[in-house]
């Protein structure tokens, strides 16, 4: 069987190549190749930074088409104005042959004419089926992230909080820094942040940005440490908890997956959340109560964390066990063997 993968890029290093369907081949032992629309394969997987209206296309006898889309570009409004400006930006970056207006309607296309679509939630699931009946929610695969496990709750002066992902995003702790400042006062807090030291600053490619410029104007007391697979989790557990705060006003952001969520507690790490769906189903079948939906409680639950060690411990163990079981390897394993059995 010829399979094709269009990757978020080509030397394979996006955390959607490195976390998704590559890495399931690669567990199952099936060759792949960056798909060429001009070739024909048996199998062939699309990710949104393809060019959709190629894909779309594509009809060489059999075969069939996954489309793996896991951002929530559906909650979006059709009239919003950066939505709008994304397929001329797309056009722009090369990522597209020919320019266009509506990545709504592109996106719609490419989920009418794929066979299946593996996305992140069930909530993603639901805004997807009326274009495809044969969608599949898988969260990423993270066994390369989770090299360390927290084993020492105990906290020292200052407390240590710990956030991990694009530098891009870390525009978000502007939700949380009246709470960072107002607990800072009474008890001293270190924020640690895995992340690029810069990053493009649109599309993530053109214009260069620090990671330091972005988070400063909300909280003075920072250090940025390098992102790798190997410094992740090495820093993640010498901190006390992590945060993972994001806008519940915008559509793109409230619809992001539990990834993040079950990364660190993969870890053992406690965790405080913003109550996106994702992190507040997730709480509940965790049995947790650590997702916020205002300030309030975001500073409330963070000063308890912050003088409660039985219950950091608690929320790092309970987390772990809960997240080894739900989304184990093999289980998301065999949500992609699923998948390809309806093909």
Partial sequence: MRIGY???????????DRRRFPFYARRRGLAFELADPRESYDLVVVTPRADTDRWCRYRPGEA???????????????????????????????????????????????????????????????????????????LDFQSQLVRRVK???????????VWEGLGENV????EIAPVLREVHARHPLELHLVTAVEFGAFMQRFGRRTTASVISPHFSAATIHPWSEE??????????????PLPLDRPLERGKSENKLV???????????????AYARTMRQAGQDLSCASP????????????????????????????????????????WDRMLATL
């Fill in 171 to 174: 525009r978000w702790f502007s």
């Fill in 64 to 138: 069939k088409v996954v489309f793996d889309i896991v951002d929530s570009y559906l909650d979006i409004p059709r009239h919003d104005a950066k939505a709008l400006l994304r397929g001329p930006a797309k056009f722009l970056a090369r990522q597209a042959r020919h320019p266009f207006f509506s990545y709504r309607a592109a996106l719609e296309r490419m989920l009418e004419r794929a066979d299946a679509v593996t996305c992140a939630t069930p909530e993603q699931a639901e805004a997807i089926r009326p274009l495809c009946a044969n969608v599949h929610p898988i």
């Fill in 296 to 335: 309030a409680e975001w500073t409330e639950k963070l000063t308890d964390l912050v003088e409660d060690r039985g219950l950091r411990e608690r929320a790092g163990r309970s987390g772990r066990e809960f997240a080894e079981d739900a989304y184990g390897e093999e289980r998301l394993l065999e949500a």
């Fill in 6 to 16: 269009v990757p978020y890029s080509a030397d394979l290093q996006r955390p959607g």
């Fill in 231 to 244: 410094s992740v989790s090495a820093v993640a557990t010498g901190c006390d908890v992590a945060v993972i």
């Fill in 263 to 277: 990364s660190f507690w993969r870890m053992g790490m406690p965790a405080l959340t913003s109550a996106t769906p």
């Fill in 151 to 161: 084993g020492d709750y105990d906290a020292g002066v200052p407390f240590r909080i």
